[in-house]
């Protein structure tokens, strides 16, 4: 069974910064498999934040581009997202997620909480 396990999340003021990272167990890190980054926040539906394939094309929603950054690293099975110039808006819990695009298995983690407040 795969599992993700997402760690970095926590409480910043406005303008800071956090970095995720999401560890995978066993080798889902696989050509077939997006990694990516997701978010909600209280009372709202989970949406994309970013994207990357396996060979590092990536996708972001236009709310984090220039602010955010994505990456993977295959060989160590892990993914991150790189979180800059902060606004409480960005609060929410991320969740890491992967997904294969031909068997078309997706796994979540559990998430990891990010407040943004003065």
């Known amino acids: 069974q795969v599992q993700l396990v997402e760690s970095g999340g926590g409480l910043v003021q406005p303008g800071g910064s956090l970095r995720l990272s999401c560890a995978a167990s066993g080798s889902i890190f696989s050509r077939n498999v997006i990694m990516g980054w997701y978010r909600q926040a209280p009372g709202k539906q989970r949406e994309l934040v970013a994207t990357?394939?396996?060979?590092?094309?990536?996708n972001y929603a236009d709310s984090v581009k220039g602010r955010f950054t994505i990456s993977r690293d295959n060989a160590k099975n892990t993914a991150t997202l790189q979180m800059n110039s902060l606004k409480p808006e960005d609060t929410a819990v991320y969740y890491c997620n992967a997904f294969n695009v031909v068997t078309k298995s997706n796994n979540w983690g559990q998430g990891t909480q990010v407040t943004v407040s003065s």
């Open positions: 990357i394939t396996a060979i590092g094309s990536k």
